[in-house]
């Protein structure tokens, strides 16, 4: 640490969205120079970072060049140009989380194989190439109605993502590699962020349970601590930290999961970096999930996880119908609130349901905070 602050060490960050943003605003704390490489001059973390540069994540020379410039390399999105990290990284620069971790992850068929094979539970699955494969999986009884296609890359925030339901809705399906999976009768879908420093010691954080807006298909709201007994709770922390542990890997992972109506805990996704679920920790959490990702990239002993107060998120999304210059109401009625934390990312343009900021709530009880969280979203509206 002392000399990581008393050299003109540079942290490079690929993508420059609110995460990166939130990384750097802890980073600032410790006086560590940023690096933010984003394809948006005006994405949010630029007006933050030490230094921006111009280019696009999935870039080979963009992201190669870039890693070239800096002492340590880390990220904030998956869609990273996988082979630009590896010749880095066989050149001898370090990049955090390690690229074979990303390559995994980025790929969820090859994730869900992971799972099948360390005994990890998940929905039950099978790999196909392309929709008349499907068709013809359907056809011969291998699948089963309802169930979820999702693309093997590229899908973010439930783009990607399609459920059929039954044989009137297969011209939802699409064209490509696909991992087709059961449809699970979701009671709740939870999250565990999991912490690992380059010892291996390993931290999780307590259980958040996310709310999903239907309409959107985006989290609505996200509560700490979540509703689950304690024993699923154990159970889903126990897992994360088995998960973080036999990657072998050094950073965060954000552990998504599903409890089915059984009452059973599988694992949907995971994601090798901060995440949407820990934006609470900001203020509930004594070591938010952003200074826990920079002592995990810099081998330092990982802080408490130990939960202040209970807290609820509302993620500040852009209205349906509007799109433009952005203008916001409530915030200042929604300040005057005890425990209402805002946070605004600095999007300039609206679209419908984009992200442009997140509200953090706490209160004494998880009931007061969920009172307060809705009086906030009846509040703050983002309009054009
Ligand atoms: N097998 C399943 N059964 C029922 N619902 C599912 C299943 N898989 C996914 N879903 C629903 O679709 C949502 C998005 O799926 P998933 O997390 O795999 O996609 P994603 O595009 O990576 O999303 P995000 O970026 O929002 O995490 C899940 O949060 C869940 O609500
Ligand atoms: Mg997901």
Redesign the pocket.
Known sequence: MEQLVTSDFKLGIIAGGQLAKMLIQEASKWDIITYVMDNDEHCPASTIASKFIKGSNTDFDSVYNFGKNVDLLTFELENINIDALKKLKSEGHKIIPDPEILELIQD?GKQKEFYRQKNIPT?P?GLYRNREEIRKGIEDGRIKY???Q?LREG???????V?VNDAGELNKLLDSLSVV??????DK?IAVIAARNKKGEIKCYPVVE?V?DPHA???DKLICPSTITAEQSENAIRIAGKLIDLLDMQGLLAV?F?LDTNGEIMV??V?PRTH?SGHHTIESIITSQFEQHLRTIFDLPLGSTRLKLPAVMINILGAEGYQGPVKYLGLTESMAIEGVKIHLYGKKITKPFRKMGHVTILSDTLESALEKAEKVKKLIKVLS
């Open positions: 969820k929905a699955y309802p169930f979820v999702k899908g973010y925030d439930g783009r990607g993502v459920v999976e059961n449809k699970v009768e979701i879908e996310m999903f298909n985006l989290v998504e599903f949907n996704e994601a949407n």
